[in-house]
Nanobody
Framework: QVQLVESGGGLVQAGGSLRLSCAAS????????MGWFRQAPGKEREFVAA????????HYADSVKGRFTISRDNAKNTVYLQMNSLKPEDTAVYYC?????????????????WGQGTQVTVSS
């Protein structure tokens, strides 16, 4: 079992930056592929970014490519999402997700573990 806890959300003006963190419990975090998803009001949950458990390969949604960066620190059992040049359309609840091994899947059903979410609000 893996438990995920997100933090770092908040209110920011357009063009600003935030860094989300996701702390994971468990001793085998380094074997987990990790992802970030988001869900805006009235919309379906959508893929944002993922980082593979081995090699650190990353994958991004087109809407965030060049603005967001996913990274991980296995020594701290933590995955990060650095968000720059934020736009009002980035407003959503951001969820951390994990799955044991595997590649950087972009669909929610490929992930077994989920955090509770953290709200990101970007004002115009």
């Amino acid at each position: 079992q893996v438990q995920l806890v997100e933090s770092g959300g908040g209110l920011v003006q357009a063009g600003g930056s935030l860094r989300l963190s996701c702390a994971a419990s468990g001793r085998t975090f380094s074997r987990y592929t990790m992802g970030w998803f988001r869900q805006a009001p009235g919309k379906e949950r959508e893929f944002v970014a993922a980082i593979q458990w081995i090699g650190g390969s990353t994958h991004y949604a087109d809407s965030v490519k060049g603005r967001f960066t996913i990274s991980r620190d296995n020594a701290k059992n933590t995955v990060y999402l650095q968000m720059n040049s934020l736009k009002p359309e980035d407003t959503a609840v951001y969820y951390c997700a994990g799955r044991y091994s595997g590649t950087t899947y972009a669909t929610a059903d490929q992930y077994n573990y989920w955090g509770q979410g953290t709200q990101v609000t970007v004002s115009s």
